[in-house]
Nanobody, 124 residues
C-alpha cells in the first residue's frame, strides 16, 4: 500500500516562499512519476506540477510556471514543491499524488495514490 504524507504548509505573506514535502512509503517510489495538485475553497482541484521518475522531466501549470519548482530525492522517497513569489491566489490545500506511470502526468485521473493535503495560506 502506497502512503503519501505532505508537510510544510502554513501561513505566509504575499511574495514569500514555502517548501512542501511529500514523504512516500510503500510501493516502488523511484519508478513513479509524482505530482502536486491544489484545491482552493469552492473550486475544483487543479494540477500544479509533475515530475518524471528520474527527475529529468517536469511539467507545470501556467499559473505557477516560473515561481514553483518540483523536485525529488529517490533515495529519501520524497518529492518537494518549492514555491516562491507566492500570491494570494495560491491559497489552497496542496495534495501530493503518485501515478503508476514513469513520465509526467497533468491529469488527476492519471494518479492512483493521494496524500491528505497540507494547507497553504497566502496573506495579501
Amino acid at each position: 500500500q502506497v502512503q503519501l504524507v505532505e508537510s510544510g504548509g502554513g501561513l505566509v505573506q504575499a511574495g514569500g516562499s514555502l517548501r512542501l514535502s511529500c514523504a512516500v512509503s510503500g510501493g516502488t517510489f523511484s519508478s513513479r512519476s509524482m505530482g502536486w495538485f491544489r484545491q482552493a475553497p469552492g473550486k475544483e482541484r487543479e494540477f500544479a506540477a509533475s515530475i518524471s521518475w528520474s527527475g529529468r522531466t517536469t511539467s507545470y501549470a501556467d499559473s505557477v510556471k516560473g515561481r514553483f519548482t518540483i523536485s525529488r530525492d529517490n533515495g529519501k522517497k520524497t518529492v518537494y514543491l518549492q514555491m516562491n513569489s507566492l500570491k494570494a491566489e495560491d491559497t489552497a490545500a496542496y495534495y501530493c499524488a503518485a501515478t503508476t506511470r514513469s513520465e509526467v502526468a497533468d491529469l488527476d485521473s492519471m494518479y492512483h495514490y493521494w496524500g491528505q493535503g497540507t494547507q497553504v495560506t497566502v496573506s495579501s
